[in-house]
């Protein structure tokens, strides 16, 4: 199916194309735009829209998505391409996601969220969980839930997250956490590492400061804040059964408080 200024019941305004009702089709081509739904879009197939689509209802395709800019109240296909943005009121449930900016106001359920040839991923704000195999974010990370991770976790700049379960973490700022940071290979901090328990495999590498209330693991590892190891914090911990606050700085000054 085709969508051009010729398609029955479509009305051009100030902003772009208005259809009222749902559109349902084997596959979508839309030369129009941006094209404003309301209702929802059913695709057996592929969708291509260069100029966008807005629909108030849900977004579906079992084939590949590529807008513009794409936002709904629920998106689901086979995979997501935009060049600035996805944004879902709810849930976004695909196998493969490259967008400007990722927005979510439910959970996100991805295979893969990166940056693709020339598009950028550079943002990723959810209000629930994320989980995905892999993901891969270019700049900032807000996700108010947890973030589930099965090939690793990478971000070029700040994190904040209600808690982490990854194969590994990088990030290239701070990372901030209220809850646990649960990680089976290693967790690498350009910045400020901040959560309320770290449960590590191999190594833990922080670039400025440490604060957390329990670290455990890492046993044929490491830790390293500033770029020195800092094996006490291990064998303090692992030796102490009491709950205990520490901040480790790059001055090397290790402050407890009961």
């Given amino acids: 199916m085709n969508i051009d200024p010729t398609f029955p019941g479509l009305v051009?305004?100030?902003?772009?194309?208005?259809?009222?009702?749902?559109?349902?089709?084997?596959?979508?081509?839309?030369?129009?735009?941006?094209?404003?739904?309301?209702?929802?879009?059913?695709?057996?197939?592929?969708?291509?829209?260069?100029f966008g689509i807005e629909a108030t209802g849900e977004v579906r395709s079992e084939g590949k998505i590529e807008?513009?800019?794409?936002?709904?109240?629920?998106?689901?296909?086979?995979?997501?391409?935009?060049?600035?943005?996805?944004?879902?009121?709810?849930?976004?449930?695909?196998?493969?996601?490259?967008?400007?900016?990722?927005?979510?106001?439910?959970?996100?359920?991805?295979k893969r969220i990166f940056s693709k040839n020339h598009l950028c991923t550079s943002s990723l704000k959810c209000l629930g969980d994320v989980e995905a195999l892999s993901i891969d974010i270019e700049k900032t990370v807000d996700v108010q839930g947890l973030i589930r991770t099965f090939w690793g976790f990478t971000s070029g700049s700040s994190v904040e997250s209600g808690g982490f379960f990854s194969?590994?973490?990088?990030?290239?700022?701070?990372l901030?956490?209220?809850?646990?940071l649960l990680v089976f290979n290693?967790?690498?901090?350009?910045?400020?590492?901040s959560a309320r328990r770290i449960f590590g495999g191999k190594s833990l590498s922080v670039g400025t400061i440490l604060n957390a209330k329990e670290v455990h693991g890492f046993p044929n590892g490491m830790i390293r804040i500033g770029g020195t190891e800092a094996t006490n914090i291990r064998d303090r911990d692992r030796s102490s059964s009491l709950k205990k606050l520490f901040s480790w700085t790059t001055d090397q000054e290790f402050r407890w408080e009961y």
């Fill in 186 to 193: 290693e967790i690498n901090v350009s910045g400020r590492l």
């Fill in 167 to 174: 194969e590994s973490i990088h990030v290239g700022g701070d």
């Fill in 67 to 110: 807008a513009g800019h794409l936002k709904a109240h629920k998106i689901t296909a086979m995979e997501i391409e935009s060049d600035r943005g996805v944004h879902s009121k709810s849930d976004i449930v695909c196998d493969a996601i490259s967008a400007g900016t990722i927005v979510s106001g439910g959970t996100i359920f991805a």
């Fill in 176 to 180: 901030h956490s209220p809850g646990d």
């Fill in 12 to 50: 051009k305004t100030r902003k772009g194309y208005v259809f009222k009702g749902n559109i349902e089709a084997s596959s979508l081509r839309v030369f129009v735009g941006p094209l404003f739904l309301d209702g929802s879009l059913l695709v057996e197939g592929d969708v291509s829209a260069q």
